[in-house]
Structures are given as structure tokens and as C-alpha cells.
């Protein structure tokens, strides 16, 4: 036991008036301070304590809004917008107030375009592990030469992130259009190799999945592929159909109904033991997941995954190329989305621009933090559910009177989209 914490859990002891008392350690971790006020959830036999709204844990810089692919799931396909790289004033502005924050947010490179295109990516992520950040970022594999691969195992990048959306190469480039599975695969071996001579760790390896019709029989061979070059995280994420034809590709058609995901502490919930998965029991496993209950297998340690803002429970902030910050990824950019068979617009949105103000000041304002408290509580219209009337359009308002952005259709929100 160190400072209080065994196996990631931590001693919380309770003071004669019922306070809970946290240890320090724990609290500089997430950014606790004296004062502050906590969302408190009750999770069947647990307690769920969610970050405060004033931390900033997180920082999703993306890098440029163009990429070297035009695949076929991506919102880049949708809109027309000028072509565009962070400059390095904008970056280390974004940098300066980073280093201030207590403590230090994390910095992931990714948004809507390749991060390795960018002439000075190695030199920022160079400067974020010196401000004492850690550092990710998310990229096709493509562009992952040997010269990059060395510079990033030295720096000791934390984690990379590649996108990989088949595990054979017809089915990979029937959907990241332009791209080659077994340049990309290779890349990654040659990323686990100098990570191996280097004696390192470092980066860490996760692979990004966008789960469609076409591609879902792959998930379990392309996992067993990763393998072989260190993979040990994953995010698998539903498609966001843009259009007609990613329509087809959806995965959840009756889950974006499904009333158990709303109502789940009014209706039962199954919770099964831990036991084997096998021609016996995923057939009453499957009938059970497409009953009208919520099913667990072994214990429900889960978060909630419904009707919350997963940007929000990161502590996170999302900075365009040109400097914008937004909330999250998807208010990056205007983008149409097919909510089932409406297709609604989710316009683009921002507090400010860290090229006229600080990255700090922008999310210290009280609009900001008025809208961090919004989303913690998530009162906003039912509209993936529900989906029946002109207001589920567009995010510009709600039928529960909330203004521009109305959150109630974001698909992040109710778990059927997610990033790494």
C-alpha cells in the first residue's frame, strides 16, 4: 500500500460530521481542491464521484483539419472548409497555460485530421513531455515512418492510437479509401520493434475501431492481429453516419430506442454471474441483451453510459487548428448525421479562441462553467430516443427550453459513438 492506495483503490475515511476526507494525493490527481462541489451518483451497490467541473484533465489539440486518406466514415467527406495547420503561436499559447494548471492536463493529438501530417508535431509533442504532460495522439498508421517511429519511442510518447478498420486488406481498404493494411500493420511492428530494443515501454499501443455491417466479423481476428505488435488498449466506437450509405452500415438501430437504456432504475436488471462463454450460454446471453432488461455479465463495475457528456466525465477540451476551443470533438466543425432516418445538423460551437484569449480564461468563464454544469446534470431533451419532432434537426434548441447547443441528440452522450 502507498500513500494510502492498493490495487487502484484508495482509504476514504470519515470525519465525525460525515465529510468524507480524501487523501492528498488523490485529490491533486483530479484536480480536487477545498470548496469545491462534486456530483455524487448512486450506482446500485456503489458510489460514482464525478470530477469537478472546474479541472481541466485533458486537452484534444487537433493539429490540422487535413488528412492523407478520404475514408469512407469520415466527417471530412461532409463539408467544405479551408484547409488548415496549427500555427506554432497558437500551439505554445495553448502550452503556456497548460503549465499552469495544477495539475497538469494531458495532451492528445487528434480531431478530424492526420496529426503526422503536421512539420512539427515531433517538436510539440517534445514540448509537452517537457512541461511534464503526458502526451497522446491518434493517427491512420501511414505516415508512420522509421524516422518518426525513432523520435517517438525516444520522446516516450505515452500512447499512440492507430485507426485500424479491418483485419484484411480488402475489407480494410473498402474503408479507409487510399490506405494499405499491410503498410500500416508493418509500421506498427516496426513502432513495437524499437520500442523493444530501446528497452521501453513506451508509447503505449491502442487501436480505434469503427464498428459497421461490413466490417463487425472482423473485430475478434483483427484483435488477434494487434497483438503482434503490443496493442493493448482498444476502442471500439459505432460508425456516425453522415450519409445514406453509412445509414446501412449502422449497428443500432433498435438500441437508440431502447427505453432500458433510459429508465434503467425503474426497470430490472439482470446481473450474471461470471461464467463461460460458449455455444450453451451465448445463445441465453444474446436473448437476454435483446430482452427488455439490462443485462450485465459478472459484476457491474461500469459508469454510466447514458445521458452523460463522456468529454465532461474526462475533464476535457477540445482546440481546433485555427485556435477555436469547443467543449468537445464533435462541435469542432458543422457536420451532418443521420439520427436513424432524420438527418439533423450539429453545428459547430465555441467558447472562444486561445488566439485572443487564454486557454485558461476561456474555461474559467462563467458561460463555460454555466455549460459544464448543464451538461453534468444532462437535462436536455430525450431527441436520440425520441426523434419525432423538427427540433430533433439541428442542435440549436429543445422542447425542455434549452438554447444553442441542445445536447439531447449527441450519440457520444448516450454511448453509442465513442473516441479514445
Known sequence: MVNGMKNNHWNV??????????????????GIHSGDSLLVQENQDSLIL????HTIARVNIELTNQCNLNCLTCMRNTWVETAGYMTE????????????????PMVFFGGFGEPLL?????????AVKAAGAR??????????DDRLTRRLVELQLDRLWVSLDGANPDCYAD????????????????????????????????????????????????????????????S??????????????????????????????????????RMDLDKTTLQVFGDLLRSSYSTNLGPDHSSQRVNTCP???????????????????????????????????????????????????????????????????FDFSPCVMCNSCEMANDNNEDCFGNTFPACGGCLWAQGLIQCP
Not at 502526451?135 to 508512420?144: F, V
Request: aromatic content about 10%; some cysteine.
Open 311 to 377: 468529454f465532461l466525465a474526462k475533464g476535457s477540451v477540445s482546440v481546433r487548428w485555427d485556435g477555436r476551443m469547443s467543449p468537445c470533438l464533435p462541435l469542432l466543425h458543422t457536420h451532418p448525421a443521420y439520427l436513424d432516418d432524420r438527418l439533423r445538423i450539429s453545428k459547430e460551437f465555441f467558447f472562444g479562441s486561445v488566439t485572443e484569449q487564454g486557454l485558461s480564461e476561456i474555461w474559467d468563464s462563467p458561460e463555460y462553467r454555466d455549460f459544464r454544469i448543464r451538461l453534468q446534470t
Open 13 to 30: 475515511k470519515v470525519d465525525q460530521n460525515g465529510h468524507l476526507i480524501l487523501p492528498a494525493q488523490l485529490a491533486e490527481k483530479i
Open 236 to 273: 471500439i466506437s459505432n460508425v456516425l453516419p453522415h450519409t445514406p450509405a453509412l445509414q446501412q452500415e449502422m449497428l443500432y438501430r433498435r438500441s437508440m430506442y431502447d427505453a432500458v437504456y433510459l429508465q434503467n432504475d425503474v426497470l430490472s436488471n439482470i446481473d450474471l454471474p
Open 89 to 104: 503561436s497558437t500551439f505554445s499559447r495553448i502550452l503556456e497555460d497548460i503549465k499552469t494548471r495544477t495539475p497538469v
Open 135 to 144: 502526451a497522446e495522439l491518434i493517427t491512420n498508421g501511414t505516415l508512420l
Open 50 to 53: 464525478s470530477r469537478p467541473v
Open 175 to 234: 474503408v479507409r479509401l487510399g490506405a494499405a493494411l499491410p503498410l500500416v500493420i508493418s509500421n506498427m511492428k516496426n513502432l513495437y520493434h524499437h520500442r523493444f530494443v530501446s528497452h521501453s515501454s513506451f508509447p503505449q499501443i491502442g487501436v480505434a475501431f469503427v464498428a459497421m455491417q461490413r466490417n463487425i466479423s472482423d473485430l475478434p481476428e483483427l484483435i488477434h492481429l494487434s497483438t503482434q505488435f503490443g496493442a493493448k488498449y482498444y
Open 118 to 126: 503536421h512539420p512539427n508535431l515531433i517538436e510539440m509533442v517534445q
